[in-house]
Every structure is written in C-alpha cells, then in structure tokens.
C-alpha cells in the first residue's frame, strides 16, 4: 500500500498572473501559502486484473484508456505505457472539490506522488509540479495557471515567478515567526457554501489575455504589482497594509470576469468589512468556494459570518508539500 497526501493553498498576492497567456509575454509572480487541509491519494494492487477506482465517483474498467477520470487517465499513462493495469486508486479529501484552494493541482501532484513510487519512478517535487502542469494545462488543455500544482509539491510560504520560458523560480518568503503567528490567528476562512468550475471562471480571463485585451491585461499588470507590494508588507511584517491591500486586490479581481462574484457573496464581504475585517476576497479563480479575511477583530467578524450561516474553515500552514504517509 502507498499512501500519499498534497496540502490545499490560500493564495495572498498576484493571482492570475500564473495563466501562460499572460506569463508567456509579461512574466508572472505571486504569493501563495499551503494549508494543512489535503488530499489523500492511497494506492493498492487488487487481486482481479482490472483498475478499480473510488473518488467522488467509482469506477471498475479494464483499460487504461477507458477510464472517465481525465487526470487520473493521463497520469497512469504517463507511468504505464501498455493500455491495462492491475491497480486500485483511492482518494479522500479534507475539503471538497470547486472550492478556490487548489484542488485539481493538490490531487494530480498526490497521485504523480503516489503512482511515482508505485511503479518505482521516484520523482523530485519540482519534477512532480511541472509534470502536474503538463498534465492539466498541456495534455487536458485546461486554462488553468501553475501555482496550485506548484504550492501543492513545494510547501511553506512561497514567492513564484512564472517566466516566459515556461520555467518557475521558486523563493519562501521571508517573514519572522510573529508575523507567522499573526497570520495564522488574524486570516480567518469562511466558506460560502458555493462551488464552481475554476476552468469557466479562468476561460474568460485566459481568451481575453490571449487577444490582448488591454482592459484584462493593464488588470493583471495592476495585479502583479499587488503581488510585489504583498511581499514587501509580509516581509516587514506591515499587516495592517496588507490587510488593506487585500482588499483593493479583490475590488480590481471582481473587475476581470461577471461570474467573480455575485450578489450574496460582495453581500457577505460588506457584512465582514463592517464587522472588524481590514480586508479579503474570494480565494482562487473566484466564482464561490472560501472567503479569506484579514481582521484584528476575530471574535466580532466570527459572530457576523455565523449569523449568515457561514461555516469557518480554522488551519495552519503546511512546510512539507507533497510527501509520502506510507509506503
């Protein structure tokens, strides 16, 4: 038995800027943090000749080529060149699917993971991220970006830049253990009870930015530099900035696409900056999924988003990225 997991991520500055229709021609750069939520890849040989898989659905087939899962699919024939296998493929996740942290990146880097060591192909972290964006983005021509399966292998604090030529610089950011701590009492997450297709809300930006649309891509340029001042407040341990500064990176966000967000949703995110939040947004493409907010005041904004109904989603930061549980 193999048991692998891959942490969910907040992202905390310059998203967007990771799709490569923008990064191709103008270079990327964000800030993204794991989270000690996952997913759980465990993989098992059966005792009958077929692949047994169990995920939000469960299928049985014979052939590679006729499962329905695509990551899955293009993940076990990237490792196994005949089209049949004899394996079982369980996942478990600690939040669900469509939710804006990361996903679709934490179950490919756990299943690159865990299948690596099946078939005895031991990958490094920054060689199970690139094959996860080859995969998504590549294979199943998704218009994603890269920091979910790049955030999800590496772990920690992270600072990424996305170059033209495809590759991706990685650098932890460099903050002190109380702006840690601060963090992870004052960023508080709410969930807002929708899910969505990160694919549909990104479709829109990623056709704009490929027709350069001046509109989407001066957005985006804004963006990145949101990212760069992220960093710069993080790193000096300025929260109250950053706080605000998050706040002025959601309201250029709603800008990019009509589905970012919704009535209930900016209805939300006035009741939690009237009630003791600096700033937040939607975390991921937007759309639905979590609420992060900045506050100095949790107890209040805790009381406020309750009243709605809004379930708070507590966690601490992951360092280890990717790793194996059991093998």
């Known amino acids: 038995m193999i048991v692998s997991r891959s942490p969910f991520r907040i ?33 098992t040989t059966p005792f009958e000749e077929s692949i047994n898989l169990k995920y939000s659905s469960i299928e049985k087939v014979s052939k590679i080529s006729d499962i329905k899962h695509p990551i899955i699919k293009e993940t076990l ?43 005895k192909k031991p990958l490094s972290k920054n060689e199970i991220a690139n094959l996860a964006c080859d995969i998504e983005i590549n294979k199943l021509n998704e218009p994603i970006g890269k920091q979910d399966q790049y955030i999800a292998a590496f772990g920690g604090f992270s600072c990424f830049t996305f170059h033209r030529d495809d590759t991706v610089s990685i650098e932890p950011l460099k903050i002190s253990e109380d702006v840690l701590y601060d963090l992870e009492d004052n960023l508080l997450l709410f969930f807002t009870g929708f899910s969505r297709s ?20 001066d957005n985006l340029h804004y963006v990145k530099e949101m990212g760069y001042k992220s960093k710069k407040f993080l790193e000096e341990g300025d929260l109250l900035s950053f706080g605000s500064l998050m706040h002025e990176h959601w309201e250029h966000k709603k800008r990019r696409s009509g589905g970012m967000s919704n ?13 003791g939040a600096i700033g937040g947004k939607l975390v991921g493409a937007g759309g639905g999924g979590f609420l992060l907010f900045y506050t100095m005041n949790k107890n209040k904004l805790r009381q406020a988003m309750k009243s709605v109904g809004l379930q708070e989603v507590r966690f601490k930061y992951d360092f280890e990225g990717t790793k194996l549980l059991f093998i």
């Open 198 to 217: 990160a694919s549909s809300i990104l479709k829109d930006q990623n056709s704009k930015t490929k027709e350069s649309d001046n509109t989407m891509i």
């Open 77 to 119: 024939k990237f490792f196994n060149t005949n089209d049949s296998s004899k394996i079982e493929i369980t996942s478990i996740s600690d939040i669900p699917g469509g939710t804006g942290l990361g996903s679709s990146g934490s179950f490919t880097t756990a299943l690159i993971n865990a299948l690596s060591h099946y078939y």
């Open 263 to 275: 009535e209930k949703i900016n209805e939300w995110y006035t009741l939690g900056i009237n009630n």
């Open 11 to 43: 992202s905390l500055g310059g998203g967007g800027t990771d799709l490569p229709s923008y990064y191709r021609e103008h270079e990327g750069f964000l800030i993204a943090a794991a989270i000690d939520k996952y997913v759980y890849l465990n993989i």
